[in-house]
């Protein structure tokens, strides 16, 4: 007996937990010797049948102009929110990948998108995969976020193999699997489908692409995530799919779906809901602001940022706390990259002389929002100087500006949105950039706007 590879094809004649060809885990299946030249035997046919000068025949190609361009149907989620991270809603014959960490809100969405989509705008015909739950579940779920009885069919098949021939029954248009990790395939080690968790997720992506442009569906394959955040499988799953939207960490009642691919829009966008007893609410455009302290109850160590986010911009609160270190500094958050902190505190410590070096420092914001906004950088350097000298800024401050390396304030994008808000909230003062052109008429808002060039002036702002 030989073993070969499901990936490579290689051959070896012992089992091995790694093919040392590809690298990969789990790959290497038992083949009798007569397979394996029957095998070779096809694949010497395959190359004779697909011979460079038979392939240079074959090859149509087209020019722009000779290429149709057809609208695909796009169908609204029922949420506004979720509408717009997938650039307006689902898109027949896409295939869609969410991912989070359990208990946040998948199978909810999932259930309340489908619940939606069968009753309102435009119904559509959905069949819900429940590979993880009970049907009992699944309709314990429905009662509690008032799903009604319609053009909804759940089945809890988990094999891959008969998934086709519910689509077709169904004359589904949203298909929804919940979750492609517990799907499995009872025909057994094939070329085709492996006993490889690797093998397996890779070929039903595949197959729901196929599915989705055969039966001119929407797909949504729901997945499940390592301990470090990333989705669970290979990276393949993940080139394969049009769009991924994944569930951010939230330590509240605030759910935050950010898109992290997307080819029928932005890819920047975030979704903000909001979990309650009946389901997960959209956060409407007035609720977008996270600023829990009004401005008679200021305190040490924290400033406002003008977040901006996709295609729109609201307030975030952030704290910082600095406490002597005993040892080597470390730097804490959950919700700002650590490298950037590191980053703005060093600058703070070369221009102003603080020493950050030996001190422990801790960053986090109001409603958990993780930050990737370069936009935040000063607001952050006057949170940590507050915290350090245990003064509080001396009014309600917005704060909005990058800073380089060598301390100076550099001018960011969507200033007049960013403006708005603060306008909107009633913000007393902002401090921009020097070199900031775009704000909105003074005469439409009594915001100061203090305007500096470098990371020294701030010092000023807590005398």
């Not at 190359?47 to 057809?70: C, F, G, N, V, W």
């Not at 986090?364 to 800024?393: E, V």
Request: hydrophobic share 35%; charged share 20%.
């Amino acid at each position: 007996m030989e073993y070969r590879c499901t990936e490579c094809q290689s051959s070896y004649s012992r089992w091995s937990g790694q093919c040392p060809r590809c690298g990969l885990w789990n790959t290497l299946v038992e083949t009798s010797p007569t397979s394996m030249r029957g095998h070779n035997s096809v694949a010497s046919a395959t190359s004779a049948r697909y011979s460079p000068h038979k392939l240079q025949e074959e090859i149509h190609t087209h020019t722009l102009d000779q290429i149709t361009t057809i609208p695909r149907a796009q169908y609204s989620t029922g949420s506004s929110e979720f509408d717009r991270c997938l650039g307006g809603g689902l898109v027949l014959g896409s295939v869609l990948l969410l991912s989070g960490e359990p208990g946040i809100g998948k199978s909810t969405l999932l259930l309340q998108t489908a619940g939606k989509m069968t009753i309102d705008g435009t119904p559509v015909r959905c069949l819900y995969i429940s590979a993880e739950e009970s049907l009992q579940q699944q309709s314990l779920r429905a009662t509690r976020l008032a799903i009604p009885n319609n053009t909804l069919f759940f089945s809890q098949e988990k094999n891959i193999a008969r998934i086709e021939s519910g689509i077709i029954s169904t004359k589904a248009q949203l298909v929804i699997i919940d979750s492609i990790q517990a799907m499995r395939h009872e025909l057994g080690t094939s070329s085709f489908m492996s006993d490889s968790p690797i093998s397996l997720l890779r070929n039903i992506t595949a197959l729901a692409r196929e599915w989705a442009e055969t039966h001119h569906c929407a797909i949504i394959l729901a997945a499940h995530v390592t301990k470090e955040g990333s989705i669970a499988g290979p990276k393949f799953v993940e080139h394969m799919v049009d769009t991924i939207v994944q569930f951010d960490k939230s330590y509240h009642e605030y759910r935050f779906i950010s898109v992290r691919k997307n080819r029928f829009g932005s890819s920047n966008e975030i979704a903000i809901f909001k979990m309650s007893s009946t389901g997960l609410l959209d956060i409407t455009e007035a609720e977008q602001n996270f600023v829990k302290t009004s401005a008679t109850t200021w305190a040490v160590g924290t400033c406002i940022c003008a977040y901006y986010e996709g295609t729109r911009s609201f307030l975030i609160e952030i704290q910082a706390l600095t406490v002597s270190a005993y040892n080597a500094n470390k730097v804490f958050s959950d919700v700002v990259d650590t490298r950037k902190i590191f980053r703005i505190a060093a600058v703070l410590e070369k221009c102003l002389a603080i020493p950050f070096s030996q001190q422990n420092i801790y960053i986090n914001t109001s409603g958990s929002m993780y930050i990737r906004d370069s936009g935040a950088d000063l607001s952050i350097a006057l949170a940590l100087l507050s915290a350090y000298k245990n003064k509080a800024l001396t009014q309600m401050t917005c704060a909005v500006g990058e800073i380089s390396l060598s301390g100076m304030i550099r001018n960011i994008e969507h200033m007049p949105a960013r403006y708005r808000q603060c306008s909107n909230f009633g913000i007393p003062r902002i401090i921009v950039p020097q070199d900031t052109t775009e704000l909105a008429p003074k005469s439409s808002s009594t915001i100061k706007v203090k305007k500096i060039s470098h990371i020294r002036d701030i010092a000023a702002l807590l005398e």
